[in-house]
């Protein structure tokens, strides 16, 4: 005789949490994620569908195999792996499951899933983060970002945590380890972005092009305000270092 799993039909989506790098498209136009584990290799978005990692054809989650989303059903699980050095780094995502999905003691492996929210921790020195910057390393057409600070942004490609919550679409929410929201729509909807029909009014651009809504409210507007400023201070510094004798290579006096 067959054994089969016993089944669930819940009313509705369960919620999990997980680990993730955020990242950034090549181009600049797009944001998401990618794991810390086996499926590491593959950026997804906020709205994805899980295939089999090792490259089989069979639908994930399978039964005799590791593929699929992975998640764990409490958050101070999730908060723990954010421990280890490897993972400093990583935002702590909340997640719904949908689609068939497969309940273990500690969490869920799934076919597809929404990431409805996106922790951000502080920078490495320890201060709050005002952006998500370029982390040196990233997958193939993809930059991994971490969490940093004004002053430690510098020249680095940077994203505010309100224009990641843009980039990355469907209604994410970017919220500070403080509990602040950056950016998303308070009412789970896709918030609008500039380029799909809704005017961006006047504002400033931020590292990937797309343009800052005059409509933004006080914690997104605070994070801009920082990113540029650590911009400014490095342009400054910039400036500063060529304008000393002997900046340009001539000797000095």
């Not at 810390?36 to 989650?61: E, I, K, M, N, T």
């Not at 060529?242 to 290579?249: M, N």
Request: hydrophobic share 40%; net charge positive.
């Amino acid at each position: 005789m067959r054994l089969r799993l016993p089944e669930e039909r819940p009313t509705e989506a369960p919620t999990g949490f997980k680990i993730a790098h955020p990242v950034l498209s090549q181009d600049g136009t797009r944001a998401g994620f990618t794991g810390v584990s086996l499926g590491g290799a593959l950026p997804y978005a906020v709205v994805a569908d899980a295939s089999c990692a090792y490259g089989l054809r069979h639908r994930a989650p399978h039964r005799r195999c590791d593929c699929g989303f992975h998640c764990v059903h409490d958050r101070t699980t999730a908060e723990a792996l954010l421990c280890t050095a490897e993972h400093r780094a990583a935002v702590l995502l909340e997640v719904s499951v949908l689609g068939a999905y497969i309940r273990f003691e500690r969490g869920f492996r799934y076919a597809r899933q929404r990431v409805r929210a996106a922790t951000v921790g502080p920078c490495v020195c320890g201060a709050a983060a005002a952006a998500l910057a370029d982390a040196g390393w990233g997958r193939p057409g993809w930059s991994a970002l971490a969490p940093a600070c004004a002053a430690c942004v510098r020249g680095r490609t940077a994203l505010s945590p309100a224009a990641f919550a843009r980039l990355a679409g469907d209604g994410l929410r970017v919220v500070a380890g403080g509990g602040g929201p950056w950016g998303g729509s308070g009412s789970g909807g896709p918030a609008p972005a500039a380029g799909r029909g809704v005017p961006a009014g006047p504002g400033v651009r931020d590292g990937a092009g797309s343009a800052v809504r005059a409509d933004l409210g006080v914690p997104e507007l605070v994070a801009e305000a920082a990113l540029l400023q650590a911009r400014l201070d490095w342009f400054q510094t910039q400036l500063a270092r060529l304008g000393e004798p002997g900046a340009d290579g001539s000797a000095r006096g």
